[in-house]
């Protein structure tokens, strides 16, 4: 390509993105929808502005993929990983195998050869990893049942590729007629003849490598790359980082995508994770919008305009039967209602795995260029359809189910010192927000949902919309300077990820926190927090006291019960956090122990009868109980 075509060819890339995006969006279609549109009006089928150099574009681009699934396995540490094996491989597995059934069989009635029908079937029973978790991310369903059980479908058929490129030569017309040997195909790598066990010793190698390095190696390189200083280098280093890992697996044969995944799993623990994030995260996003565009461009409009009631219809039939396998296995795994119509729509389009199959299978004879030509249209065109469906899911089938979610770009924060940041402010940081300002207090508060900061302005707070977990935000937000920072957000993972970022880059702010969980209370007790509380613990005792009091109990007795369970609830948080790693049935034996322990500790305080009917409040006990009470829990 030369530079003039080069400069020419990223113009019109960037400058349809710039103008169908944004419109797209506002739409209600989502950014997907807005790149693939981008592609098709620029492609060689309608304006002619990209021709045969888009496909060396989306080459380029399907590194977009890979990135993602490096920022995801980042988000996944590995006991996450393997508590989600069920989903993985049970629901991911049976997706695979019954879509790839039922498309083959259709595949075959129609006039395909067995081995073209499996090849078809294993094909097209792929989705878009691409497609899916970006739409999913922007609707903020990625922790919802739908996301996750998405996520684990999508990861179980890109560890599916690599078995499917391995048995597609096998399914040759000419290896099943003639009797060649093509599972003992020679491979190539760095010149050296490769086959067989070889090749699988170094598949494991390579694997075995990246963990080892991952886990006790990579820290180390980082921490001198951040002893530069220099903010670009890193960037360059992370890069580094994802490409050597893709290019690692991709010349032993397997999926670099798979590869980047591993590498950041392994990685999910690094101190630097968030940096590793931070700086990928841009060029993903737009490689990501290449390859999107790409895909749109490569649509053959002059096939479907030459036999459009083909194409329909197979495209029709490919999400019909992806859709009820994936509607039957969501109610199979438990995934009910609206989840499960979201979670089957999702998944019901071909993915970009598939452009690679498919070649690959007319390579090797098992597929016409006819039928890989029709394939490839219908593959693209039920990814460009698949952001209609979901709206379609949206606005008729489920309203009340799943809203779109509004997006708006982070407000400017003033450049006022406060001593107090709150990040995170719904029902529990406004409460806290209200009492603090209350007492003269200034604050910068942070909160991610737009719809609820414009109704908080309305009622006079000062709420900037932005993502507390961004060390850029946290650092315009003022953390330099502030004394203390309250975590308030209800997401546990967005909690941790906020706090690590602050004792990282700001080991003088007093970090407050909310905890939503004995499972986040432990985390917390890790971090060494200056102070949480578990955000329902005091309501639902001060709401019992009300219950105790209208069942006769005296008011000071009730409010001692419930001093009595709060102790005992504090000092079983700390007792139980050292054995929360350990055997599950050592904690679930030390739990059990403390339930019985406090049923004691209550049966002593009703066998107490000169306790029970003093009936006046003791001033000295009152005032102990008030100084424990307001004591912060990790004292205890």
């Known amino acids: 390509m030369h530079e003039q075509d080069f400069f020419q060819n990223a113009l019109v890339y960037l400058l349809a993105a710039v103008i169908s995006v944004p419109i797209a969006k506002r739409l209600g279609f989502g950014s997907v929808l807005g790149y693939l549109l981008a592609g098709m009006i620029i492609g060689p089928f309608v ?50 195998l019954l879509s790839a059934l039922v498309i083959g069989v259709v595949a075959v009635v129609l006039g395909q050869s067995i081995g073209a029908g499996i090849a078809i079937g294993l094909t097209l029973g792929l989705s878009s990893t691409a497609i899916v978790l970006q739409t999913l991310a922007e609707k903020g369903l990625m922790k919802q049942a739908s996301g996750k059980a ?13 078995p499917i490129l391995a048995l597609i030569p096998l399914l040759a017309g000419s290896a099943l007629s003639q009797g060649n040997d093509t599972s003992h195909e020679v491979q190539y790598i760095a010149g050296i003849e490769i086959t067989g066990w070889v090749q699988v010793a170094l598949m494991l190698t390579v694997i075995t490598g990246i963990v080892v390095v991952g886990l006790y190696l990579v820290k180390y390189f980082f921490r001198i790359i951040a002893r530069t200083g220099m903010r670009e280098i890193f960037t360059a280093a992370a890069l580094l980082l994802v490409i050597a890992t ?53 649509m053959n409009f002059g096939l479907l305009g030459s036999s459009p009631g083909m194409i329909l219809s197979l495209l029709a039939a490919l999400i019909g039967i992806k859709f009820v396998v994936l509607f039957i296995l969501g109610r199979v795994f438990g995934i009910r209602g609206g989840q499960n119509t979201m979670f089957a729509f999702s998944l019901a389009q071909g993915g970009e795995f598939a452009f690679v199959l498919v070649a690959f299978s007319a390579d090797n004879g098992v ?74 207090m200034s604050a910068t508060i942070l909160d991610d949902n737009p719809e609820n900061i414009d109704v908080l302005r309305k009622f006079g707070f000062k709420v900037y919309y932005g993502d507390a977990s961004r060390a850029d935000l946290l650092a315009s937000a003022g953390a330099d300077k502030a004394k203390v920072l309250i975590v308030a957000v209800d997401d546990q993972q967005k909690s941790l990820k906020i706090i690590d970022l602050a004792q990282r880059n700001y080991p ?49 007795h009730a409010h001692r019960l419930a001093h009595t369970f709060r102790k005992h609830v504090r000092k079983v948080l700390h007792e139980l956090h050292k054995h929360h790693k350990d055997d599950e049935k050592l904690y679930l034996s030390e739990t059990n122990r403390h339930a019985l322990e406090l049923e004691e500790i209550f049966r002593a305080e009703k066998e107490d009868r000169g306790h029970g009917l003093d009936s006046s409040w003791d001033v000295s006990t009152r005032r102990k109980e008030a100084e424990e009470t307001n004591r912060p829990a990790q004292e205890e």
Not at 66 to 92: A, D, Q, T
Not at 150 to 162: N, Y
Not at 375 to 404: H, R
Not at 509 to 520: F, P
């Open 47 to 96: 304006l002619g502005y990209i021709g045969s150099e888009g496909e060396d574009v989306m080459h380029l681009a399907e590194f977009g993929v890979v990135m993602m699934l490096f920022l995801i396995g980042l988000e996944l540490k590995p006991n996450l990983l393997w508590g989600m094996r069920r989903s993985i491989f049970g629901l991911g597995g049976l997706q695979l």
């Open 246 to 298: 893709a290019g690692l697996m991709e010349l032993v044969g397997l999926s670099p995508a798979l590869g980047a995944f591993l590498s950041g799993v392994v990685l999910a623990n690094n101190e630097y994770r968030h940096e590793l994030e931070a700086d990928i995260e841009p060029f993903k996003g737009l490689l990501l919008g290449l390859f999107f565009i790409s895909v749109g461009a490569s």
């Open 508 to 556: 003088h702010l007093k970090i407050l926190a909310r905890s939503v969980s004995m499972k986040h209370s432990y985390e917390l007790l890790d971090r060494k927090v200056d102070g949480f509380e578990r955000d329902m613990l005091e309501s639902s005792l001060l709401l019992g006291i009300e219950a105790l009091t209208h069942l006769g109990y005296k008011r000071y």
């Open 367 to 440: 597929l016409t260029t006819d039928t890989s030509a029709i394939l490839f249209l219908v593959v693209a065109l039920s990814m460009a359809v698949t952001p209609l469906l979901l709206l379609l899911n949206d606005k008729v089938i489920m309203p009340l189910v799943f809203k779109s979610e509004n997006t708006r770009e982070e407000d400017t924060i003033d450049d006022e010192e406060t001593p107090l940041i709150i990040a995170g402010f719904g029902r529990f940081g406004v409460v806290l927000g209200r009492f603090l300002i209350a007492n003269g």
């Open 150 to 162: 998405s996520f684990s479908v999508l990861l179980l058929q890109d560890i599916a590729v690599v």
